[in-house]
């Protein structure tokens, strides 16, 4: 079942991939596999968010989502030892929104 769902990203028209997808969650839903009955739930809530892909005509890339999770990640290995989650946050605050340091009270000699 898993495999012949891959079959459903190589639709190019959105009625013949509506229609294929109603037919794999009813098929799947009536199986007695509990693990693949979950994930046909869940796309049945999701199936209008999915099919706006067809939409889009797959013109739609996850690469500034990507970029901001690569940032994040650089950023939490550079703050490892902060004692807070708090300082943490102005962190990731300062890396993701581009943010300017602010100014020191005072000058060091």
């Known amino acids: 079942m898993r495999e012949d769902f891959q079959r459903f990203w190589q ?17 799947t839903m009536l199986s007695k596999l509990e693990p693949m009955k979950k994930v046909a739930r869940m796309l049945r809530t999701h199936r209008r968010l999915i099919l706006n892909w067809f939409h889009a005509e797959g013109k739609v890339s996850n690469g500034p989502v990507e970029g901001f999770n690569l940032k994040a990640k650089l950023t939490m290995r550079k703050a490892y030892g902060f ?19 602010p100014e020191i009270s005072h000058k060091f000699c």
């Not at 639709?11 to 109603?22: D, N, S, V």
């Not at 004692?83 to 340091?101: C, D, F, M, P, W």
Request: hydrophobic residues 45%; proline residues 0%; glycine residues 8%.
């Open 83 to 101: 004692r807070n989650v708090k300082t943490l946050q102005i962190a990731l605050y300062h890396a993701l929104g581009n943010l300017s340091e």
């Open 11 to 27: 639709f190019r028209y959105i009625g013949w991939a509506e229609k294929f997808l109603g037919a794999w969650i009813k098929r």
